[in-house]
Structures are given as C-alpha cells and as structure tokens.
C-alpha cells in the first residue's frame, strides 16, 4: 500500500471517530480539553507530509493516541464503559482508562522523538538516543501536567472531569511514571520495526 493511500485511510479513520466522539459527549468542555492535541496535530501532520512525511507506524501510533484522546473525551476518563465493567468485575479502585492515556502520552511521543532525533541526525543510535527520547517523552508529559493545572486554576470545578484524579492524590505522579514506562516500552518493543521503516523512508 502505497503511503498516500495509508495516510487517506488513517486520515479517514481519525474523521469518523472525531465525528462519533462530537456527538452528545459527556460534556463539551471537557470534551474539548481531551480531544484539542488531536485537534491540533492532524492538520500539523498534512501540513508537513510531502515536506517531512513520517514512517508508517509513527501515524499509526499518533492515530491510536488521537483515538484514545477522542475516547476519553467522550465519555471522560473516569467513565469510560469498558473500564467501568473492569473496575466493577475485578473490583478495582477506580476506572484505569485514564492510566492507559498517560501510557500512551509516553508511548507515541517516544516514536515520534526517536524519528525527528534520527532523521536530523541530532543524535546517533545508541544509549544517548534512547535517554534523550525518554526525556523528551518525560517533558510532554510534565508539560502536560501543568496544562492540568493551569486549566483547572482557571475553571475550577468545571475541570475535575478533565483531571481525572478520582480521589487519588498521587494521580499526577502516577500519570508520570506511566508515560515514562510508555516511553520505555515503546523504545524496546518498536526499534527494529521502526529501523526498518526509517530504512525503507530513506530509499
């Protein structure tokens, strides 16, 4: 499958899951907080795909990741219906969507690091490349942590839906730790195909 035709099919999956996603959400202003990145990148991603297209898997990941963001924006983090029947069947403490979110927050970013890092040749392969992916992965996150903050300092309690806390006061270190895990994950699973595909875009 040629890459303009991968894309169109991405693209298109990424429309119809913002479309059903839009439709009678939890509510709209926490369903604008959780889908804005989603928002933001895909016309970023159009905008510099002859100039800087990315491998395969790399829109892939950043598909999967608008997905989820689109998933808990709709319903919220907290009452996602999945989760729900987990938390309730395993009798967990709390709806654990919100944890695979800030998986992914470290997962994808990863990806996309390692990929700019290489192809500007800003670092070798190597143990240098994998500390600076993880670093970048640990900003955004962080980074993304203060937006929390900020929006919730401003709204108040029109964000707890958007913060996602439920009751746990170590939320926002647990929210860390899983995109650095993520980050991690991501590096050791995903480098030989992500070297093949690097390869492949380069011939």
Not at 30 to 48: C, D, Q
Not at 122 to 129: A, H, K, P
Not at 138 to 160: N, P, Q, T
Request: glycine residues 4%; charged residues 15%; proline residues 3%.
């Amino acid at each position: 499958m040629n890459n303009c035709r991968y894309l169109s099919i991405l693209v298109t999956s990424f429309v119809l899951v913002f479309i059903w996603s839009a439709i009678r959400p939890h509510d709209y202003f926490t369903w604008f907080l959780e889908v804005f990145p989603a928002i933001v990148a895909l016309p970023i991603l159009l905008f510099t795909y002859k100039q800087f297209p990315l491998t395969k898997l790399v829109y892939l990941l950043i598909l999967l990741h608008a997905v989820i963001l689109m998933v808990g924006g709709h319903y919220t983090y907290a009452e996602v219906p999945l989760f729900n029947w987990l938390r309730d069947t395993f009798h967990l403490d709390r709806n654990y969507y919100d944890r695979v979110g800030h998986v992914a927050q470290g997962f994808v970013p990863a990806m996309i690091a390692r990929e700019i890092l290489l192809r500007k040749q800003v670092v070798m392969q190597g143990t240098w490349l994998f500390f600076l992916v993880t670093c970048v992965s640990l900003a955004i996150s962080a980074f993304y942590e203060f937006l929390e903050w900020w929006v919730a300092r401003a709204s108040g309690s029109d964000a707890v839906a958007f913060l996602a806390t439920q009751g746990d006061i170590w939320d926002t270190q647990w929210d860390m730790f899983l995109a650095f895990v993520g980050a991690i994950s991501a590096q050791i699973l995903l480098v030989r195909l992500h070297d093949k595909q690097l390869r492949q875009l380069e011939t």
